[in-house]
Antibody, heavy 122, light 108 residues
């Protein structure tokens, strides 16, 4: 059974770097799917951040592209998010998820990790 | 960027009744729409993809319909575990993949 788990600091200071890692278990990250990050500010909707293929190919949300870097470590079956510099507006629950590639077309997210709350505050 | 708009923001329904949720795309997305259910403190769960295909393990009381710019999620005979927030997401034109702002289904 495929499972994803986010890990990383829960508190980040303004202007610094948010770093999260998603560990994939139950399947190889080197499968024919992308792996994505989505965030949800408290009480608000979902925002896609970016997705990465095991080869390192990436797609980023244009609204965040200048501040986001995704990376993948196939030896550890992990992928990671780096967002810098952060402001209070980046406070959110950050989810990782498999971004399903079906018939060479990247589509929906399934399954999701449980989420990691990151607060940006001094 | 395709903007997804969900309505209503909150829907009050009695257990056993049906709920109809709407999702509108700012331009045609064919049938490239997914629905998710999110319970408090939990991650979203895929319910529907392809606008009308239920994901594995999703009960038949959940049904999706629509194409183009107008989509509907219907939950028939609401159970206690169905009270949650529902999100729609388009995957027709990307990046970015975009979500609606969510509809909360609450107990009346």
């Amino acid at each position: 059974q495929l499972q994803l788990q986010e890990s990383g600091p829960g508190l980040v200071k303004p202007s610094e770097t948010l770093s999260l890692t998603c560990t994939v278990s139950g399947a190889s990250i080197s499968s024919n799917h992308y792996w994505g990050w989505i965030r949800q500010p408290p009480g608000k909707g979902l925002e896609w951040i970016g997705s990465i293929y095991y080869s390192g190919r990436t797609n980023y949300n244009p609204s965040l592209k200048s501040r986001v870097t995704l990376s993948v470590d196939t030896s550890k079956n992990q992928f990671s998010l780096r967002l810098t510099p952060v402001t209070a507006a980046d406070t959110a629950i950050y989810f990782c998820a498999r971004h399903v590639d079906y018939a060479d077309y990247v589509r929906w997210f399934d399954p999701w990790g449980q989420g990691s709350l990151v607060t940006v505050s001094s | 960027e395709i903007v997804m708009t969900q309505s209503p923001a909150t829907l009050s329904v009695s257990p056993g009744e049906s709920a109809t949720l709407s999702c509108r795309a700012s331009q045609s997305i064919g049938s490239n729409l997914a629905w998710y259910q999110q319970k408090p403190g939990q991650a979203p769960r895929l319910l529907i993809y392809g606008a009308s295909t239920r994901a594995t393990g999703i009960p038949a009381r959940f049904s999706g319909s629509g194409s183009g710019t107008e989509f509907t999620l219907t939950i028939s005979s609401l159970q206690s575990e169905d009270f949650a927030v529902y999100h729609c997401q388009q995957y027709n034109d990307w990046p970015p993949w975009t979500f609606g702002q969510g509809t909360k289904v609450e107990i009346k």
